[in-house]
């Protein structure tokens, strides 16, 4: 077995990826592109101009930025006490912290509707109190929270991976210099922590700007995001066509806020993040 | 002032590890409750989890669930082993091509991977069923395999193989005793990394499931509209308790043998 040979082992795999990944690819590309009678058109993606497509993608955008800060200003000191501790890779402690990225993300956020319901945890508590009942469930901040509880540890992660890389004595020396610790968080730690931000911030904006899930389970069919538009254009109302042309559209957001994004890192050969 | 910091930082530790279980620890507590109430507590029982049992649509989820999610790590495993080998001897640009190809699902929001999967399965006239959410999680996971692989393949030298062929080896028995034991430690990680995956995923198995097959995932989200059954908050007590065990074992398991070992002599 030669190298030439040898790349024939591909062959498999080549097949493969040309079936299940270019070929649906381009099924969806087609039936953004056409209209009912295959003719070619464009107005399926300019779908997303009409106010009950476009509304929803504005409001996805709004609350996954959201919640990507949100993760990140939780995530960034708990990184820097993580780090500041010396807790090692294979700590208990951070272990915890990362633990609930293999727990089923449907039960997290069925856990989540549990405590927010209205005869929910939370209110169960306040009424024992005889305090009022909250409205709380079918609100953006429900979904948001839901956002942020899902994919946190994806932020978690990443942030305290780059954070230990950097080596003690570059802190050190910023601090014998006479740097104050804001200047050695904004001008060494921050600077060097940028490959964990990029692919935190990428872990958690995409996931959240196309959810469908937390926002029906959270928001009750009331906080309508764009993924929830585009699932119900295929599981209930069954146009393709329109369908695939606001996935598409929502396809070059992800394509456009991850080329933004990935702007930020001049260390384009970093590994993205080590999911383990 | 050093105690107050310390102080500060443990509290902000204690918070998020309060906000990341406080509602995972609420479902397993809401598991042993009487009553179908959120608020009350009415008693202590274990009867969901013997209601969980015997409902026939909750074990089907689960079996599904996890065969899928072996089956698709697996295939997805030596699928992928084999492709990085190849993928590594290629020229440049093909080489570059099929990684770009790889890295599609990766980088692709889920929602688009699994319409595009549903959509090509119905325009083939592919019936959904178990055998489309199998082969859906194989694509998902192809990508994590061969990321895992690859830095495993290009350490790897040449010459160990070429060897082992000049000492009189087949080329079959040159792979499994001196290719593939370099290569383990990412054909592990990728194994384990695409199984949890699959266990996770959502929103690829919801578009390509079809009707009357359902996995934990999709069984929860048909459960939402229809409220939920304290034998749900059962089943993820089963769940959580399954995975941290697992992960526990995995995490310290071999360590904790080592010092055993080490003891030992």
């Known amino acids: ?140 901040a429900a979904v948001m929270i839901g956002m942020v509880y899902d994919f946190l540890p994806f932020m978690i992660l990443p942030l305290y991976n780059a954070l230990m890389k950097i080596d003690d004595n570059t802190i050190n020396a910023a601090y014998d210099l006479g740097a104050s610790f804001w200047q050695t968080l904004t001008k060494i730690i921050l600077p060097l922590s940028v490959p964990g931000i990029v692919s935190g911030v990428t872990m958690v904006f995409v996931p959240a700007l196309t959810t469908f899930a937390i926002s029906n389970m959270l928001g009750g069919g009331k906080i309508y995001l764009i993924g929830n538009v585009i699932e119900q254009e295929f599981m209930q109302d069954s146009d393709w066509h329109q369908g695939s042309g606001l996935s598409l559209v929502l396809m070059i957001f992800v394509i456009v806020s991850m080329l933004i994004v990935n702007h930020f890192d001049d260390h384009k050969d970093s590994e993205r993040g080590g999911i383990m | 002032m050093d105690k107050l910091k310390k102080f500060a930082s443990d509290c902000y530790l204690a918070l998020i590890v309060l906000f990341m279980y406080a509602p995972i620890a609420t479902l397993m507590v809401l598991s042993f409750n009487s009553g179908r109430s959120r608020a009350k507590w009415s008693g202590f029982t274990t009867d969901w989890y013997l209601e969980m049992w015997a409902d026939e649509t909750i074990m089907a989820a689960l079996r599904n669930t996890v065969i899928i999610a072996f089956l698709s790590a697996l295939i997805a495993t030596v699928l992928g082993t084999i492709a990085a080998i190849g993928i590594n001897n290629m020229k440049s640009w093909s080489r570059n091509t099929i990684m770009s190809i790889t890295n599609i699902p990766m980088l692709n929001a889920d929602i688009v991977t699994g319409i595009s999967l549903m959509l090509c399965f119905i325009a083939f006239r592919i019936s959904l069923g178990f055998h489309t959410i199998l082969i859906a999680h194989i694509t998902f996971n192809l990508p994590y395999v061969i990321l895992s692989v690859m830095p495993k393949v290009r350490q790897s030298s040449k010459d160990t193989y070429e060897a082992a062929l000049d000492l009189g080896a087949t080329p079959t028995q040159a792979f499994f005793k001196v290719v593939l034991p370099e290569l383990m430690p990412g054909v592990t990680s990728g194994f384990m990394l695409a199984f949890t995956m699959s266990l996770d995923d959502f929103i690829i198995t919801h578009f390509t499931r079809g009707a009357g097959i359902d996995t934990i995932s999709t069984l929860v989200y048909s459960q939402v509209r229809k409220g939920i059954s304290p034998t749900m908050y059962a089943l993820s007590t089963v769940i959580f308790i399954t995975v941290f065990v697992i992960l526990i074992m995995g995490n310290y398991a071999p360590e904790w043998l080592e010092k055993k070992k080490g003891k030992a002599k």
């Open chain 1, 1 to 140: 077995m030669n190298n030439k040979a040898s790349r024939y082992l591909a062959g498999p795999y080549v097949v493969w990826i040309v079936g299940f990944i270019v070929i649906p690819l381009l099924t969806i590309l087609y039936y953004g592109f056409t209209s009912d009678t295959n003719a070619f058109t464009l107005s399926n993606l300019m779908e997303i101009r009409r106010w009950e497509n476009y509304r929803p993608l504005y409001r996805a955008l709004l609350l996954s930025a959201g919640s990507t800060i949100v993760c990140f200003l939780i995530a960034f000191p708990l990184a820097m006490i993580l780090r500041e501790n010396k807790f090692s890779r294979g700590s208990f402690i951070v272990f915890i912290f990362i633990l609930p990225m293999w727990m089923n993300s449907l039960l997290r956020i069925l856990a989540w509707q549990t405590l927010l319901e209205r005869k929910g945890v939370i209110n169960g508590i306040l009424t024992t109190l005889h305090l009022p009942e909250q409205h709380l469930i079918n609100t953006t």
